[in-house]
């Protein structure tokens, strides 16, 4: 009798290990869409295997291994005595073809931690290559680096489903046709992909401190996976400010996961929070990235300048005495930077603390106005709050419902449901 559990720990090993098990297979072929086809083909085995046969005692390693004998199978229909297979054959140390069974012994496929970090980001700078567009850039390293769905990664976005679907097959085929190597760019190739490789990877925290969908506000694996690969990357190019705000900025928000759900795991905003619980040693890494990123003497970034407005909220004692002048002022710095209706929201949510609800709903009404955000839940909810604190409750009410309409996350739509019984 197949045992569920074994599927729970297929998603479990896959959200984790997907980008480590689709960069090494990478390593071994050299092509970079036979591994991401190679690692779905382990995948769909696991979930026939697991669930029969019980959980390997190297969950990755197992995955590895069927992922390395599905590609020798696939070099042996191309060519019997390709060099490439010869070598790959003699590296796993056996003769016949994979039967479709799962490994017996060979589950402890060997994880080289110096190459490891290498594959990971290797991965990231082909998903960013520059033969691919910027939207199919990201979109491809969410899928094979952050291990989302095309429906996350469609909510991360804000379009449809088909249209992620599209760009990654298209990505895929692009690489392939063009022969992309598997190998860290360097020089100025390097500078180049930077920026994508830093957008993937802010999207990737995005979608985990703050889930679209599902039941959980935060995804602490994909956070934590941006986390360390900002890390890492900081480690790789140690002279460039943006991968340093980059940093600063994850560390310090992940700084304040610990106090924002509940026992039960309901959001807790930030007014409410216990600032005790907040990650002290974080908030210092954070600061000390920023610190960093700032020595280099050129002026922050994008990610610079969130990275500052988070410290402003992790130096304050409490939500009052933010030094909100600051944030607004961050804000519009950023906003001319890099422009965005989510930046002038948060914007406007800062306008709010420093002057006042009537002040910040003059820019929420101009983001109304130029049909902003169309079917995201954010902008009704900062105007349903706004519009409560001016006690006009009946149009608040307007609002939250449209918000509680659009929200995909079941955590915040219980907390805007919270906000609309509260008026009465």
């Keep these: 009798m197949a045992d569920p559990t074994g599927r729970k720990a297929?998603?479990?090993?896959?959200?984790?290990?997907s980008a480590r098990i689709v960069g090494a297979l990478a390593r071994y072929t050299g092509d970079f869409a036979l591994a991401e086809d190679l690692a779905q083909e382990a995948l769909a085995q696991a979930l026939v295997t697991w669930p029969r046969d019980g959980v390997p005692?190297?969950?990755?390693?197992?995955?590895?291994?069927?992922?390395?004998?599905?590609?020798?199978?696939?070099?042996?229909?191309?060519?019997?005595l390709d060099e490439r297979y010869a070598a790959l054959a003699r590296d796993l140390g056996e003769g016949g073809a994979f039967s479709?069974?799962?490994?017996?012994?060979?589950?402890?496929?060997?994880?080289?931690?110096?190459?490891?970090?290498?594959?990971?980001?290797?991965?990231?700078?082909?998903?960013?290559?520059?033969?691919?567009?910027?939207?199919?850039?990201?979109?491809?390293?969410?899928?094979?680096?952050?291990?989302?769905?095309?429906?996350?990664?469609?909510?991360?976005?804000?379009?449809p489903t088909a249209t992620v679907q599209a760009r990654i097959t298209r990505a895929k085929k692009t690489l392939g046709a063009a022969r992309v190597p598997f190998a860290l760019p360097v020089g100025q190739e390097r500078a180049e992909r930077l920026g994508s490789v830093l957008s993937a990877i802010y999207v990737i925290f995005t979608e985990g401190s703050s889930a679209s969908?599902?039941?959980?506000?935060?995804?602490?694996?994909?956070?934590?996976?941006?986390?360390?690969?900002?890390r890492v990357l900081a480690r790789l190019v140690p002279d460039e400010p943006?991968?340093?705000g980059l940093l600063a900025l994850l560390e310090l928000t992940a700084a304040r996961f610990p106090a924002r759900t509940g026992p039960g795991g309901e959001p807790v905003l930030l007014?409410?929070?216990?600032?005790?619980?907040?990650?002290?040693?974080?908030?210092?890494?954070?600061?000390?990235?920023?610190?960093?990123?700032?020595?280099?003497?050129?002026?922050?970034?994008?990610?610079?300048?969130?990275?500052?407005?988070?410290?402003?909220h992790a130096v304050a004692p409490s939500v009052e005495e933010t030094n909100w002048e600051r944030v607004v002022l961050l804000y519009e710095a950023l906003g001319r930077l890099a422009?965005?209706?989510?930046?002038?929201?948060?914007?406007?949510?800062?306008?709010s603390m420093a002057k006042g609800p009537a002040a910040a709903l003059e820019v929420v009404d101009e983001l109304v106005a130029q049909d902003a955000l169309a079917n995201s839940h954010l902008l009704p909810t900062v105007r349903g709050e706004l519009l409560t604190r001016m006690g006009r409750t009946g149009e608040a009410r307007t609002e939250f419902e449209a918000a509680i309409r659009f929200c995909g996350n079941e955590r915040e739509r219980a907390v805007l449901a919270g906000k609309l019984a509260d008026l009465g």
């Design 339 to 351: 422009p965005s209706p989510v930046v002038d929201l948060n914007r406007a949510v800062a306008i």
């Design 57 to 80: 005692r190297n969950p990755a390693g197992w995955l590895l291994t069927v992922g390395r004998r599905r590609a020798i199978d696939a070099f042996r229909r191309r060519s019997a």
């Design 100 to 159: 479709g069974n799962a490994p017996a012994q060979d589950d402890d496929a060997p994880w080289d931690p110096d190459q490891i970090d290498d594959d990971v980001l290797a991965l990231m700078f082909i998903s960013c290559h520059p033969v691919l567009s910027r939207e199919a850039r990201v979109a491809l390293t969410l899928r094979v680096v952050g291990g989302l769905t095309s429906d996350e990664i469609a909510k991360a976005f804000l379009v």
């Design 271 to 312: 007014e409410h929070q216990n600032r005790r619980r907040w990650d002290r040693a974080a908030i210092r890494r954070g600061r000390a990235a920023l610190a960093r990123a700032e020595k280099a003497g050129r002026g922050l970034g994008a990610y610079g300048l969130q990275a500052a407005i988070a410290e402003c």
């Design 213 to 230: 969908s599902g039941g959980d506000l935060i995804r602490f694996d994909l956070a934590g996976e941006a986390t360390r690969l900002a």
């Design 10 to 17: 297929v998603a479990a090993v896959w959200r984790i290990e």
């Design 242 to 244: 943006e991968v340093h």
